[in-house]
Antibody, heavy 123, light 108 residues
């Protein structure tokens, strides 16, 4: 069965960077895009960006442009999101989520999700 | 950016009754609309995509309708396990794909 397992919770100081991993199994990693979505306390879900796991192409939300980097390791069937210059407003649960499109362009909705990773930014 | 607005914020429904949730987009998103269910401490779960297609394993008491800018999620006979927050999401205009603020469904 399809599974997305994320790394554990992390605490960072303002200005630091954080990197969250998403290890996948149960499907061919390079055949599906992966997205990162975050949810700050009491806020709506917010799409951050996606990666074409087949060729490494990425697209980011303008809101995070310059601060976010999504990468993948095909040998490990794992995707990563790194967010830099952290501020308190970046405290959130970060989710990876699979796009059901098996092609080169994402459909833009999410059929399987990781369990979430809480990132806390605090001095 | 396409803004998604859901109503009501909270819906309290008795078991066995029908729950109707609304979602409105600030511009036409066609039928490119998904609904998710999120329970406390859990990741969202895909319920509906293409406005009205149930995802794999979703009970048929969940149904979606609408197109353009107005959408509805209906739960025909509410069960206790349906207590959750429900989010709509448009995937027509991107980046970014955008979510509503959620409707919390409570069981009376």
């Amino acid at each position: 069965q399809v599974q997305l397992v994320q790394s554990g919770a992390d605490v960072k100081k303002p200005g630091a960077s954080v990197k969250v991993s998403c290890e996948t199994s149960g499907y061919t990693f390079t055949s599906y895009a992966l997205h990162w979505v975050r949810q700050a306390p009491g806020q709506r879900l917010e799409w951050m960006g996606w990666i074409n796991a087949g060729n490494g192409d990425t697209k980011y939300s303008q809101r995070f442009q310059g601060r976010v980097t999504i990468t993948s390791d095909t040998s490990a069937s794992t995707a990563y999101v790194e967010l830099s210059s952290l501020r308190s407003e970046d405290t959130a649960v970060y989710y990876c989520a699979r796009d059901p499109s098996g092609g080169s362009s994402p459909w833009g909705f999410f059929d399987y999700w990781g369990q979430g990773t809480l990132v806390t930014v605090s001095s | 950016e396409t803004v998604m607005t859901q109503s009501p914020a909270t819906l309290s429904v008795s078991p066995g009754e029908r729950a109707t949730l609304s979602c409105r987009a600030t511009q036409n998103v066609g039928s490119n609309l998904a609904w998710y269910q999120q329970k406390p401490g859990q990741a969202p779960r895909l319920l509906i995509y293409a406005a009205s297609t149930r995802a794999t394993g979703i009970p048929d008491r969940f149904s979606g309708s609408g197109s353009g800018t107005e959408f509805t999620l209906s739960i025909s006979s509410l069960q206790s396990e349906d207590s959750a927050v429900y989010y709509c999401q448009q995937y027509h205009h991107w980046p970014p794909w955008t979510f509503g603020q959620g409707t919390k469904v409570e069981i009376k």
